[in-house]
């Protein structure tokens, strides 16, 4: 549909709310303000603005990635440090693993034989923690020097979305520093079929060149006051809402959802609906029905089904909305599928 075609959506019918999370850019360098902004900005916002175009990828894709075939899964994960965009403009010095932040998300089976490499092509040690995995700490979740690589194999017994995470410490400043992401583990009998999406929410603490020449640093400080200057999904600052994600309208929506921390809960909500079922972690057979708002904490994870029922901009958010506010918040755009004669 052409943007010129798009039916304005009224602002008085925008909450108020919802205008300063999504209106708000997500702060620069110091995001303690002793008012709430007074004006909104025109950048995302209902109708009376651009909310972005979906004819413009974001910059993360959103979807899941398809099931794996067969039975045993190669997974092989490189630790790099790299500068990545955290917001429009603003670039942080990162500890990745692949490259980004967050890592590549994975998929794989409950019972499947995940055969994991990972080496380490940073200056420093790192490690990692997969959540899905149930296997000793102390010996597969060791430091890895540079230049070194790691070999192992483990079995997922539990369905679900997990976290996996550097577990090298302080693990504070290696999770905020982006090393983290996400493995989906599907039960033998596959799920529903769905329109499929992961959100990874996360926090950056940030320090360092105030006038973004340099990429941002961690600012520790910060992060042991629970302060980020950023509060993302799959790692920038309402990505989301500036490229809203299309959907088709009334058709089943999964979506896997990981709160990677450091340190905020997420209170995770799509405005104007309703989830239809809340998969906690492994909790397959036993979901929650009719939820508005889940939290899910940090290193946990919940998976969200619903249906969009009209045509329509829908903002997904933490409501916690300091941290919507901060990042934290993107939107589906509900399409009516136009079929051919
Ligand atoms: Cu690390």
Request: hydrophobic share 40%; aromatic share 8%; with cysteine.
């Amino acid at each position: 549909m052409p943007r010129s075609a798009r039916t304005p959506v009224p602002f008085a019918i925008v909450p108020l709310s919802l205008l300063i999370a999504c209106g708000r850019p997500a702060p620069t360098h110091s995001p303690q303000q002793a008012a709430p902004p007074a004006t909104v900005p025109a950048n995302i916002s209902h109708g009376e603005a651009p909310v972005g175009s979906t004819e413009t990828p974001p910059p993360v894709d959103p979807r899941a990635p398809a099931p794996p075939a067969g039975h045993r899964q190669q997974i092989r994960l490189e630790i790099q440090h790299a500068t990545v965009v955290i917001d429009s403009g603003v670039r942080y010095d990162a500890w990745t693993f692949g490259g980004h932040a967050p890592g590549p998300v994975f998929r794989v089976r409950q019972g499947d034989t995940v055969d994991f490499t990972l080496v380490n092509k940073a200056i420093m040690p790192h490690s990692i923690d997969f959540h899905a995995a149930e296997i000793a700490p102390d010996r597969y979740y060791t430091n890895l020097m540079p230049g070194d690589s790691l070999h192992y194999q483990f079995t997922p017994r539990v369905p679900g979305v997990f976290m996996y995470h550097c577990g090298t410490a302080p693990v504070a400043a290696h999770i905020a520093n982006g090393m983290y992401g996400a493995i989906i583990v599907d039960p033998p009998t596959p799920r529903p079929a769905a329109e499929e999406f992961v959100l990874i929410e996360s926090e950056f603490y940030t320090g360092g060149d105030s006038t973004h020449r340099n990429p941002l640093v961690l600012d520790w400080a910060k992060l042991l006051s629970l302060a980020p200057d950023y509060v993302v999904f799959n790692g920038r600052a309402a990505q989301y809402a500036k490229h809203p994600i299309a959907v088709p309208v009334a058709a089943p929506l999964r979506i896997y959802v990981v709160n990677a921390g450091p340190n905020r809960v997420s209170s995770f909500h799509v405005v104007g609906g309703i989830f239809d079922r809340v998969f906690l972690d492994g909790a397959l057979g036993h979901p929650l029905e009719g939820v508005q708002t889940m939290s899910v904490p940090v290193g946990g994870s919940a998976i969200f089904e619903l249906r969009l029922k009209q045509p329509g901009i829908y903002p997904f958010v933490t409501h916690a909305f300091a941290d919507a506010t901060k990042g934290a918040v993107g939107m589906f755009e509900a399409k009516a599928v136009v079929r051919p004669q």
